[in-house]
């Protein structure tokens, strides 16, 4: 009876120590977000950007596997391109300073895969989105929809915009509210 208690108390133990959740998230690239020179072909270098700041509360590997999908044909889905960052990300810079990036994942350019990445737990990460290119070509667009899926030992977590930028945000729409109204 105490070696099936011991076994038990063991597997509830290992069950609850794996149970890291994934995280996913989601957005889209369009012509009015910032631009910045990290892109892959682009000359001069400006494509559009989106930033997922993070953190995860357990040290170790992690897998971030982004897809783009598209409409119908490959060639209608974001060509997409991801950088991570550790504590800070420069948009002035060009993606030096990077733990790492993609460009093409396992499955071809709808895809960008950062595969065992060491992230340690209550550090701020920046997982930024951007495309290969600032035109459309073969391979894709420069701007659409993207979805980021984060796995690792731990649970992911986004780290929340600032109260002021809640604030101003809230007060642009509640702006724009009164000017329809007119």
């Known amino acids: ?16 120590s794996s149970a890291a959740s ?3 998230f989601s957005g889209s690239l369009d012509p009015s977000d910032p631009t910045w020179g ?10 559009n950007y989106d930033v997922v700041e993070f953190s995860v509360d357990a040290s170790g590997l992690y897998t971030i596997d ?9 060639d209608e889905n974001l060509d ?3 950088y991570i960052f550790e504590a800070a ?21 709808n895809t960008s895969q950062i595969l065992d990445v060491n992230l340690t737990a209550g550090t701020s990460y920046f997982l930024v989105i951007t495309s290969f290119t600032d035109v459309p070509n073969s391979f894709g667009q420069p701007n ?5 899926d984060i796995t ?9 915009l600032p109260a002021a930028v809640w604030l101003m945000l809230s007060g642009l729409v509640g702006l724009a509210g009164l000017r329809r109204r007119r």
């Open 22 to 24: 994934a995280a996913l």
């Open 144 to 148: 659409g929809a993207w979805e980021i």
């Open 152 to 160: 690792g030992p731990g649970n992911v977590t986004a780290v929340p």
């Open 1 to 16: 009876m105490k070696k099936l208690f011991a076994l038990a108390t063991l597997l509830g133990t290992f069950a609850m």
């Open 66 to 74: 982004a897809l783009y999908p598209g409409d119908t044909a490959l």
């Open 89 to 109: 990300f420069d948009p002035a810079g060009d993606g030096a300073g990077a733990l790492s990036f993609d460009d093409d994942g396992p499955s071809g350019s």
């Open 80 to 82: 997409g391109y991801i």
């Open 38 to 47: 990290g892109c892959g072909s682009a000359t001069p270098p400006s494509c």
